[in-house]
């Protein structure tokens, strides 16, 4: 990242200036010299890379300067350690290209930053953990949405905490077993819990999902301890405050609700709307299903598109 902040990486601008090449375009860009900022943030072969780790908005901000938009990222305690990942990634893919001719598969490199950031995972949990070495109590897993049965509604929700503004959001939507978006929200929470921001999301869910007149709803969260809150027994107010009241009383009624936990993996699209929720006033606001970049998350779910995991079994 050193090199990026000082712009010292070899470019096809870079290699021209130096009689490497004769050609100092992006080979993705027409006639758009490519310059480390293209390349980590502006080449359209990247834009969709950046979407699918909810680093979008970031990426497209016209406000931040390239210089200040790395240092944002890369001091932000949520995702810096990711942020860099995917930096990394995209500049070894291209030196992969350039240099071994090899395809850009926007797919592939998705699958790739996934597999790093797994490792990642492993280095900082465990110790002894060299690489991606398969323990006895681990397995590798392709993990992917799954659409719900028919006759059943899926509810996805998510919700997003910032720290460098202590700032939370919440955002989710319904879908049916063909994976059709019947309904999507988001949430500006002004300032609480990550915990708080996922309650929100899932309880705005079923008031929706109820209102709507669905009966089957099947649950998903990739908060363990949002579904531990959810499935609670008995009161749980004096822990949880409000939002669980409220949750308690919209199970109880008459309609079949099944709760579960998800990987993050299978939950993009809840988590693209849970950071869209930032942007937007305070309050929950009505979606509409039709935006072009939510369409982009349930496109990818529908392809069934895997990324890895290592499991604990």
Same mark, same amino acid.
């Given at each position: 990242?050193? *090199? ?7 470019t ?18 027409? %006639? ?9 943030r ?15 908005i ?15 990222n890369?001091?932000?305690q %949520?995702?810096?350690?990711e942020f860099?990942?995917i930096?990394? =990634? ?8 350039a ?14 930053i &996934?597999? =790093?950031?797994?490792?990642n995972?492993?280095?900082?949990? %465990?110790?002894a ?11 590798r897993r392709f ?11 899926q ?7 910032k ?15 063909l ?11 002004g300032?609480?819990?990550i915990?708080?921001a996922e309650?929100?999301g899932a309880?705005?869910?079923l008031?929706?999902?109820?209102e ?8 998903n969260?990739?908060s ?9 027994k008995g009161d ?5 405050g409000?939002?669980a *009241? ?7 009624? &008459? ?6 936990h998800?990987y993050r993996e299978c %939950?993009s699209?809840?988590d693209?709307?849970a &950071?869209?929720?930032?942007?937007l ?6 979606l ?9 998350w349930?496109?990818y779910d529908a ?10 079994i």
């Amino acid at each position: 990242m050193w *090199l990026v902040t000082h712009n010292r990486l070899m470019t096809n601008k870079e290699r021209a200036k130096r009689g490497l090449t004769t050609n100092s375009n992006c080979p993705h860009c027409n %006639n758009t010299e490519e310059t480390v900022e293209h390349i980590l943030r502006r080449c359209k072969k990247t834009e969709g890379v950046w979407n699918h780790f909810n680093f979008f908005i970031t990426a497209q901000d016209p406000s931040q300067d390239f210089k200040t938009w790395l240092l944002n990222n890369m001091k932000d305690q %949520n995702k810096g350690t990711e942020f860099g990942i995917i930096c990394w =990634c995209l500049w070894k893919q291209r030196n992969e290209e350039a240099m071994e001719g090899k395809s850009f598969s926007e797919i592939g490199l998705i699958k790739r930053i &996934s597999a =790093c950031f797994t490792i990642n995972t492993y280095a900082v949990t %465990n110790s002894a953990c060299i690489g991606l070495v398969k323990t006895s109590n681990r397995e590798r897993r392709f993990i992917s949405w799954k659409p719900p049965k028919e006759g059943w509604i899926q509810q996805q929700s998510d919700g997003s905490y910032k720290s460098s503004n202590r700032s939370a959001a919440a955002g989710g939507l319904l879908r049916d077993h063909l994976g059709k978006c019947t309904a999507a929200y988001a949430c500006n929470l002004g300032s609480c819990t990550i915990t708080r921001a996922e309650l929100k999301g899932a309880v705005e869910g079923l008031k929706i999902a109820w209102e709507k007149g669905y009966r089957k709803v099947e649950v998903n969260l990739d908060s363990n301890t949002a579904v531990s809150i959810l499935k609670e027994k008995g009161d749980t107010s004096s822990n949880h405050g409000l939002l669980a *009241l409220q949750a308690k009383e919209l199970l109880s009624r &008459s309609w079949t609700v099944n709760i579960n936990h998800v990987y993050r993996e299978c %939950n993009s699209a809840a988590d693209f709307l849970a &950071s869209m929720g930032h942007d937007l006033h305070f309050g929950t606001h009505h979606l509409d299903t039709c935006d072009p970049k939510l369409l982009y998350w349930l496109n990818y779910d529908a392809r069934e598109t895997s990324q890895e995991r290592d499991i604990l079994i």
